[in-house]
């Protein structure tokens, strides 16, 4: 399974538990195990780089339990389709997760024109402001 350009996780990596889902499915839904659990190990996995490790422990540790990804899928009938939609959940976790950090933000200071503008906006409201106390109503 690809995930982003350097990442492939082969299907041996992957292990997957069936159960009982609820929801829709008639009378089967009480004897078919169409709920996946897809479970990568994200923390000893070989094929993860040590860098991209790292990233990944940080980003994800809210969602792992002994470093391993669990992605589960029970939103469909068929368990053919809901191992599908826990692949491709897994990859947009992990490849979201692997996105390098956006660049840090120059900073910048306002032009000449927007400080102009700022003090022109301020005297405006500071003569609205004065205008009312006076008592005077000048329409």
Sequence with gaps: ???????????????ERFSRSSGPGGQG???????????????????????LRDRLLARLGHRLTDGVLTIAASEHRAQRRNRQA???????V???????PPR???PTKPSRGARERRLAEKKRRSEIKRTRSDGIDRE
């Design 86 to 92: 826990a692949r491709r959940r897994l990859a947009d």
């Design 29 to 51: 839904v009480n004897t078919t195990e169409s709920r996946v659990e897809l479970s990568f190990d994200v923390a000893r996995s070989p094929v993860v780089p040590e860098d």
């Design 1 to 15: 399974m690809r995930v982003t350009g350097g990442l492939l996780i082969p299907e041996s990596e992957l292990s």
């Design 104 to 106: 840090k933000r120059r």
């Design 94 to 100: 992990l490849r979201e997760a692997a996105a390098p």
